[in-house]
């Protein structure tokens, strides 16, 4: 897999947010602070600002299993991070930034949603 800068990505989605879609001041500051802000801070505390598809899997795994996993009241938090990471891996293998609704993420770690093996 490609690694990237994280800040570098982040901006340039923010700019592309901006300029492609119709998306409100207050959705642009959430997006920037509350989601690629937590996600930055993660990768930042970690030392490792070149990431890549699996990172941002691993880091929306450990942030689900500390955060929404054992209180459903933080659902809010949990979305605002969710979709600004999502939408990073989506941007950096598309350039777009129009990305289809997030199934839920019960069923995106359903097996069954997994592609079959060779075998």
Same mark, same amino acid.
């Given at each position: ?32 602070? %509350? ?15 070149? %990431? ?68």
């Amino acid at each position: 897999m490609i690694k990237y800068d994280i800040n570098v990505v982040g901006k340039m989605m923010l700019a592309k947010l901006k300029e492609d879609t119709k998306q409100s001041h207050t959705q642009l500051y959430r997006i920037r602070t %509350v989601g690629l802000g937590t996600i930055i801070r993660h990768f930042e505390k970690t030392g490792n600002m070149m %990431v890549d598809k699996k990172n941002l899997r691993d880091f929306l795994e450990e942030y689900h299993a500390e955060h929404y996993a054992s209180d459903n009241q933080s659902l809010n938090r949990w979305k605002a991070v969710r979709r600004p990471a999502e939408l990073l891996i989506y941007f950096s293998e598309t350039g777009q930034v129009d990305m289809p609704i997030l199934p839920s993420w019960t069923k995106r770690n359903c097996s069954l949603r997994f592609k079959p093996s060779a075998e």
